[in-house]
């Protein structure tokens, strides 16, 4: 296992188009998580899974905001009429709970919004 | 309200010396204490962490400490080396839901060699 990808790794985009990302886990992980993290500061939690059921939804995560776990296996997570406070790097880790080795993060996409 | 607070930006040791970055947090609900590392253009990498029935674990060089009265927790490097020039985040989950982490902003180790 080559460890957390995300798709793409860089995503420009217009303001008010829609975009995907994508996250494939650590096959045995049954947990996902989504973060964003802006400029000089460090992630912020956006949302997780538990297999395929979305278990908690940060208040940063607005209706703008849709993530899926379609099969507890692969990620999305797709911003619709994206503005220029989107623009940030969103990562994604993933783990087993009580791990001790911590969670696994991808390298994360960063996104612009122009 | 920032929970997790890692004042210092940035730290720059000399090698061979002992690095030591602090992280404060706020809320009594965090029991599990992770250090991630992280180089340019790559994700944060699990580092080491703590339990708060713990006061001090130890991996290799680094080693990372707990004072739950005051909510402090502290990473020690010993002997720094330039390959542990990265940023340094703290963060405080509760061990229900390790996953989810509340992250202080990092901290810039710089080792000169």
């Known amino acids: 296992d080559t460890g957390v990808s995300q798709d793409p790794r860089h995503k420009i985009t217009k303001r008010g188009q829609n975009v995907t990302f994508r996250c494939d886990p650590i096959?045995?992980?049954?947990?996902l998580y989504w973060y964003r993290q802006t400029l000089g500061q460090g992630p912020e939690f956006l949302t997780y899974?538990?297999?395929?059921?979305?278990?908690?939804k940060s208040r940063l995560l607005s209706d703008r905001f849709s993530a899926e776990r379609p099969k507890g296996s692969f990620s999305t997570l797709e911003i619709q009429r994206t503005e220029q406070g989107d623009s940030a790097m969103y990562l994604c880790?993933?783990?087993?709970?009580?791990?001790?080795?911590?969670?696994?993060f991808g390298s994360g996409t960063r996104l612009t919004v122009v | 309200d920032q929970q997790v607070k890692q004042n210092s930006p940035s730290l720059s040791v000399q090698e061979g010396r002992i690095s030591i970055l602090n992280c404060d947090y706020t809320?009594?609900?965090?029991?599990?204490f992770l250090w991630y590392k992280k180089y340019p253009a790559e994700g944060p990498t699990f580092l080491i962490s703590?339990?708060?029935?713990?006061d001090k674990n130890e991996d290799g060089r680094f080693t990372v400490f707990l004072n739950k009265s005051a909510k402090h927790l502290s990473l020690h490097i010993v002997p720094s080396q330039p390959g542990d020039s990265a940023v340094y985040f703290c963060?405080?989950?509760?061990?229900?839901?390790?996953?989810?982490?509340?992250f202080g902003d990092g901290t810039t180790l710089t080792v000169k060699p």
């Open positions: 809320n009594s609900m965090f029991d599990y």
């Open positions: 963060a405080a989950s509760q061990n229900t839901n390790a996953g989810k982490s509340t």
């Open positions: 880790a993933s783990g087993v709970l009580r791990d001790s080795r911590g969670y696994t």
């Open positions: 703590i339990s708060s029935i713990k």
């Open positions: 096959s045995e992980h049954n947990r």
């Open positions: 899974f538990q297999n395929e059921a979305q278990l908690e």
